[in-house]
């Protein structure tokens, strides 16, 4: 006789939802959103067809849509022409950057927003690395004051949550304390922590044009063969100061994840990357998977492995589900 079945807790979707064990809703999620200069542009990016370059105006259109759908947190990266960009980043922090000028029109606009900014040198830096860039290599310590300043005038633009993708050792530390002598106790740091050398980012430098102009990102990003690495990186942040950690990519690193909720009580955060993403569209458009099965579970998994927030492509797809259901 088995006394133990537990195909009776599978009966029936009332009795599934009942011991579910991960549920999933909007307020976990973030939305990326690629901004350009200009007015009236929304253009689709190739290798990731759910994403767009939008200029501020149709920015705006689309975080109107997506609070609507209980979509209330937005990471915002700029697209930067080539003419703006300089050895030392110097537009990050210009009183004409573009990025800045809209982040304050969202903010007036939509008070209730929570946005994210993206704090490294590489959307700025005519070297198209994370940081300053001296015979070929990358310069930990000059790069920090730059990314002091530019951590500053986006707290001044009203970001709520500043994020250091750079991967500089000590950048939380200079951050926090350059935003506390300014004033901006309240502004948050949501830290790349455990960000890997991936080979899964490539729609997002089309989307940007920020691929590094010689060599590759090696010798900061993490290598994606080291787990307990993350570790290290992750007690340096909490300790420098940090509010949220981060794991990137998400779906190929969900033992980081799991290994970094274990180890933190700071909120962990999870990139679900473009290279991640577009795979999956790929496979739905050749009818291999079901697309939005596919995503569900996806982002099931990524939130089963202890991801407190998700930032993914298909954040506003999934929402105008949950929302119909």
Not at 27 to 53: C, E, K, M, W
Not at 67 to 86: N, Q, R, T, Y
Not at 88 to 112: G, I
Not at 133 to 160: C, H, W, Y
Request: hydrophobic share 40%.
């Amino acid at each position: 006789m088995m006394y133990q079945r537990p195909r009776r807790n599978r009966r029936s979707e009332a009795i599934r939802s009942a011991v579910r064990e991960t549920r999933l809703h909007p307020s976990q999620l973030v939305v990326p959103l690629f901004l350009t200069d200009g007015s009236s542009h929304r253009q689709v990016i190739p290798s990731l067809n759910v994403a767009y370059r939008m200029s501020g105006d149709e920015t705006e259109r689309e975080i109107e849509a997506c609070l609507k759908l209980g979509l209330d947190k937005f990471i915002v990266f700029p697209a930067v022409e080539d003419s703006l960009k300089d050895k030392v980043a110097s537009y990050s922090y210009a009183e004409d950057n573009f990025y800045l000028k809209v982040a304050r029109k969202l903010k007036e606009r939509f008070p209730e927003a929570c946005l994210i900014s993206d704090v490294a040198m590489d959307p700025y830096s005519s070297d198209g690395h994370d940081g300053y860039v001296e015979n070929g290599r990358i310069v930990n310590d000059v790069t920090l004051p730059i990314l002091q300043k530019m951590s500053v005038a986006q707290a001044q633009a009203g970001f709520d949550i500043l994020g250091p993708s750079d991967m500089m050792d000590g950048r939380v530390g200079a951050m926090r304390e350059a935003l506390d002598e300014a004033g901006y106790y309240e502004t948050g740091i949501m830290s790349y922590t455990a960000k890997y050398a991936s080979a899964f980012y490539g729609p997002f430098r089309d989307a940007l044009d920020s691929a590094p102009k010689t060599g590759d990102k090696k010798t900061y990003q993490m290598d994606p063969a080291n787990k307990f690495e993350a570790l290290v990186e992750g007690e340096l942040d909490t300790v420098e100061g940090a509010d949220f950690l981060m794991v990137k990519p998400a779906l190929h690193y969900l033992d980081v994840i799991g290994l970094m909720k274990e180890n933190f009580s700071l909120p962990i955060a999870a990139y679900h990357v473009s290279g991640e993403c577009a795979m999956l569209i790929a496979a739905a458009e050749r009818g291999w998977v079901d697309r939005a099965r596919g995503v569900d579970e996806t982002l099931t998994s990524i939130s089963r492995a202890g991801a407190d927030v998700i930032i993914t492509y298909f954040a506003r797809e999934w929402a105008e589900r949950f929302k119909n259901s």
